[in-house]
């Protein structure tokens, strides 16, 4: 039981290369999030998905998409990284109800040169 | 719009000594709070939830919860090297489960041998 899977660990980009980090959950939850933490600001929402075949913008959604691909997994895209994406990113999930706390995945750290 | 503050630190506690930590949220109607652990380089864990006002206790963890203050504080007791870490408050609404938790920016809590 792996629960929130986030792949790759590490990644360095380069201004305008692409690239996808996928989120893999096995909870059987239904809300799953993505999340980027940088110094000094904290925790910040960058897209969520309530449901299968639902996402919607956070707080900080920018320079990001996101799909949906089934009920386990999340992924995030950035079309052409800046070295502002620079950060690290966390997948979370959530039973969905307004109780329940996230459970995280071990985080991707981007570099972006 | 939510806000979750609290004080960044470093906050220095002795080993053996009461550690508290302080969170103050903005929405009133906030109806659900955690706490997470983070050591440097790894994902968030849950360590308390709490829901209603009082506190709730769990080992060397005490929670504490004032709605009419809009404020949640963890109690850390016999603290322990092992503790230094940062600590996250997190607040959710009642039926925005879906919209994931807002994150305070972290206390650095260091414990002192």
């Known amino acids: 039981n792996a629960g929130v899977t986030q792949t790759p660990k590490f990644q360095v980009l380069k201004t305008g290369q692409s690239m996808t980090l996928q989120c893999a959950q096995d909870m059987n939850h239904n809300s799953m999030y993505w999340y980027r933490q940088d110094p000094g600001m904290g925790l910040r929402l960058i897209y969520y998905?309530?449901?299968?075949?639902?996402?919607d913008k956070g707080e900080v959604p920018n320079g990001y998409n996101v799909s949906r691909l089934n009920k386990r997994e999340f992924s995030l895209r950035l079309e052409s990284a800046a070295p502002s994406q620079t950060s690290v990113y966390f997948c979370?999930?959530?039973?969905?109800?307004?109780?329940?706390?996230?459970?995280f995945g071990n985080g991707t750290r981007l570099t972006v040169t | 719009q939510k806000e979750v503050e609290q004080n960044s630190g470093p906050l220095s506690v002795p080993e053996g000594a009461i550690a508290s930590l302080n969170c103050t949220y903005s929405d009133r109607g906030s109806q659900s709070f955690f706490w997470y652990r983070q050591y440097s380089g790894k994902s968030p864990e849950l360590i308390m939830s709490i829901y209603s006002n009082g506190d709730k206790e769990d080992g060397r963890f005490t929670a504490q919860l004032n709605k009419a203050s809009q404020y949640v504080s963890l109690l850390i007791r016999d603290s322990q090297p092992s503790d230094s870490a940062t600590y996250l408050c997190?607040?959710?609404?009642?039926?925005?489960?879906?919209?994931?938790?807002?994150f305070g920016k972290g206390t650095h809590l260091i414990i002192q041998p």
């Open positions: 998905s309530a449901s299968e075949g639902t996402t």
């Open positions: 979370a999930t959530t039973t969905g109800t307004g109780s329940s706390p996230l459970h």
């Open positions: 997190a607040v959710n609404l009642p039926g925005g489960g879906a919209d994931g938790l807002t």
